[in-house]
């Protein structure tokens, strides 16, 4: 199982990003996908969430609205549509999945999940 996170980037304020999380061995469509970010000096965050059935999405509240998570099976690639980025999303954003089902209430524990791709940095300055 393995998860490549990748789209990261330097933007202005304001402006947008996509992220991809791409799979290689396993067919994500079969598991939930988590979204997270950790910024230098601050716990990782659980920041979006879609599950494996029936499309199921969460936010954390800090980018709800701004942030849209999806799927696309065909090219086995979850994404996050990041608009109206401000500087305080500056992190390394980390798609994660687990084997077993992630509780809908438990999305955002990253205890919750056992397998991570390797980070992709956003920056958001002027």
């Known amino acids: 199982v393995q998860l490549q996170a990748s789209g990261g980037g330097l933007v202005q304020p304001g402006g947008s990003l996509r992220l991809s999380c791409a799979a290689s061995?396993?067919?994500?469509?079969?598991?939930?996908i988590g979204w997270f970010r950790q910024a230098p000096g601050k716990e990782r965050e659980g920041i979006s969430y879609i599950s494996r059935s029936d499309g199921i999405t969460y936010y954390a509240d800090s980018v709800k609205g701004r942030f849209t998570i999806s799927r696309d099976n065909a090219k086995n690639t979850v994404y996050l549509q990041m608009n109206s980025l401000e500087p305080e999303d500056t992190a390394v954003y980390y798609c994660?999945?687990?084997?077993?089902?992630?509780?809908?209430?438990?999305?955002?524990?990253?205890?919750?999940?056992?397998?991570w791709g390797q980070g992709t940095l956003v920056t958001v300055s002027s």
């Open positions: 994660a999945t687990d084997l077993d089902v992630i509780e809908g209430p438990l999305w955002w524990n990253p205890s919750r999940y056992d397998y």
């Open positions: 061995g396993f067919t994500l469509a079969y598991y939930d």
